[in-house]
């Protein structure tokens, strides 16, 4: 049965508060979308854009009317002490069940500019997802002239069929699933596909001699995107909520799950220019969805008429790797950074793809008759039908195990070229890694050459990080740290671990609770690229998990 039902988007303002708290009220639907079914929130796509200032406190409640079971993550909220809202299933939280309501509760503290919430559970956030936008408390300024205007743009990622059923397909089979048939922006494939008409092409007017804030956000489940403007410099002013020294540049490059700030001026002649965006791919040999979306920004209030086609950006190839690793590695922290100088932990964890055997009694047909996994030092994480969070708080009872290993058993040329197939086969478990309270952690994320390198984008929940180092080839554990940037590096929420290379992370521990960690291409988090950091407790009472709230999900 089709349900339809647009929720309430209710706001509260204290306009005498400095800090206020806001509600929200999210209602998970189905909408007939394209002549299919699609899990929206309160009947959009993509979902509301949340709109809060530093210090705030937010109040979302979210009730489930759909047949599937459901949770929400607001990627890169720090989630201080409030991991039982931070939403991943079966790590923080158990899923909302059909026809149940879970309010999420989290103040936002410290953070200012573009993040974004999304569903954490299976492939639902192919649909379920939108912008938050936290602006500087009442009174303080950006730290960039003041936009004219802003606009959320959401790249995503679209498929003509049922992901929930591609999914459950790929589950059996042990293959990875059909890619998908379109990108889009702020919901729409735009001009350039088959099906294309003039509604669905996401517009954007503008004025000539104006700036605009553009808060890109990349919602797609298994794409790295590439992002330009036709004929005009995009400056780069923040990204994962964090500012950034100015950078200018014609080319964005944004991995999933990760935001980006930009100002644009309207400086060029007036006429229609496309916004496009179309995959980075740097796995060779793999299918992946090489069409390009577009929307069109049009110049308002000319004085004279055009009737030509909007003019199309320049877009690198989909594997251009130099022009991926350029961007990022051009990204610094707005100021002086805080990076822990003396590292208590360090980890060092391969990141790539892996093989199991199929049992007997289930045979399966992926990579060379054996089912597609993805790995963390060789170990492929296992959901608990517990949530993580909740056996921790109330006594483990065997849910999970807390010896995930610093660095992998075997130590090999790991991106080196053919790696002996005794390297390719996966462990299992649900192994966690436990960390002192306030201990500084430093983590190697090394990628791999087992079936094929790729770009993989890590996110870790509950805390922001700075990048110190990146590199292609095996990282050097002598050599590499004297060339880390401890002074200005990008501090993210995701970090996109260059393919055939490494990227070095650095944070101090101070969030007590379990975080989830794993790569962004929602495809190797089903396939088991992921782990959880156990981050102990402190010794006041601000520097221990508060209890678990009342209406918290039950397994």
């Known amino acids: 049965m089709l349900v339809i039902l647009i929720g309430v988007l209710r706001l509260g303002v204290s306009a005498n ?5 806001r509600h ?10 394209v002549s299919k079914d699609i899990v929206t929130v309160n009947g959009h796509y993509p979902g509301p854009t949340i709109r809060a200032r530093e210090g705030d406190t937010l109040f979302i409640k979210v009730t489930n009317h759909v047949e599937h079971n459901v949770t929400i993550h607001w990627h890169g909220l720090r989630q201080l002490r409030t991991g039982w809202s931070d939403g991943p299933a079966y790590i923080t939280q158990c899923p909302i069940q059909p026809g149940k309501t879970y309010t999420y509760r989290f103040t936002i503290t410290g953070q200012e500019g573009t993040l974004w919430w999304h569903a954490h559970i299976s492939w639902l956030r192919a649909t379920l997802h939108g912008a938050i936008i936290i ?3 009442r009174g303080l300024p950006y730290p960039f002239p003041h936009p004219d205007a802003e606009v959320p743009i959401i790249l995503g990622e679209w498929w003509n069929a049922d992901v929930e059923q591609l999914v459950a397909e790929a589950n059996i089979t042990g293959r990875a699933p059909d890619i998908s ?14 099906c294309s008409q003039e509604d669905s092409i996401f ?4 004025t000539a001699g104006k700036t605009y804030l553009l808060r890109i956000v990349n919602a797609a489940l298994n794409n790295e995107l590439f992002f330009s403007v036709a004929n005009h410099i995009l400056t780069v002013v923040a990204i994962d909520a964090t500012y950034t020294k100015p950078y200018k540049t014609d080319i964005l490059m944004l991995a999933p799950g990760q935001t980006t700030d930009v100002l644009l001026t309207t400086d060029q002649p007036w006429g229609a220019y496309y916004m496009a965006t179309q995959a980075y791919f740097s796995a060779a040999g793999m299918p992946f969805d090489n069409t390009t979306a577009t929307a069109i920004m049009e110049y308002q209030n000319s004085p004279l008429t055009y009737t030509d086609e909007p003019i199309m950006p320049y877009l690198p190839a989909f594997n251009d790797s130099q022009t991926a690793n ?7 922290s707005l100021e002086n950074a805080k990076v822990p100088l003396d590292v208590d932990r360090d980890l060092f964890l391969t990141v790539g793809l892996a093989l199991k055997h199929c049992p007997l009694e289930k045979p399966c047909n992926g990579f060379q008759g054996q089912r597609l996994k993805a790995t963390f030092n060789n170990i492929s994480f296992v959901r608990p039908q517990t949530a993580l969070l909740q056996a921790y708080y109330y006594g483990n009872n065997g849910v999970y195990t807390p010896d995930f290993p610093d660095k992998p058993a075997l130590e090999f ?15 299992q478990g649900t192994k966690i890694t436990v960390l002192p309270f306030n201990s500084n952690v430093q983590i190697v994320l090394q990628n791999t050459n087992i079936i094929g390198t790729e770009n993989h984008p890590i996110h870790l929940h509950g805390y922001n990080f700075y990048i110190v180092g990146r590199g292609i080839g095996n990282y050097d554990s002598i050599q590499d740290p004297c060339k880390f940037n401890l002074v200005d590096p990008p501090e993210r929420n995701t970090v996109a671990v260059p393919a055939g290379g490494w990227a070095a992370i650095r ?7 379990v975080w989830f960690m794993h790569c962004h291409l929602e495809v190797h988090t089903s396939w088991g690229l992921a782990a959880a950091l156990l981050v102990e407790n402190g010794f006041g009472p601000l520097e221990r998990l508060e209890p678990p709230p009342y209406d918290l999900p039950q397994c």
């Open 24 to 33: 929200y009220k999210f209602n998970i639907v189905t909408r007939l979308c």
């Open 135 to 137: 602006y500087p408390r």
């Open 413 to 427: 040329d790991y991106t080196g070229q053919g790696l002996p197939m005794s390297f390719w086969q996966a462990q």
């Open 203 to 206: 517009r954007l007017p503008v």
């Open 17 to 21: 508060s400095e800090s206020i708290t």
């Open 181 to 194: 048939d379109a990108f889009t922006i702020n919901g729409l494939p735009g001009a350039l596909y088959n």
């Open 326 to 332: 350029d961007f990022s590695a051009n990204l610094r």
């Open 507 to 513: 944070f101090k521990a101070d969030n007590p609770g």
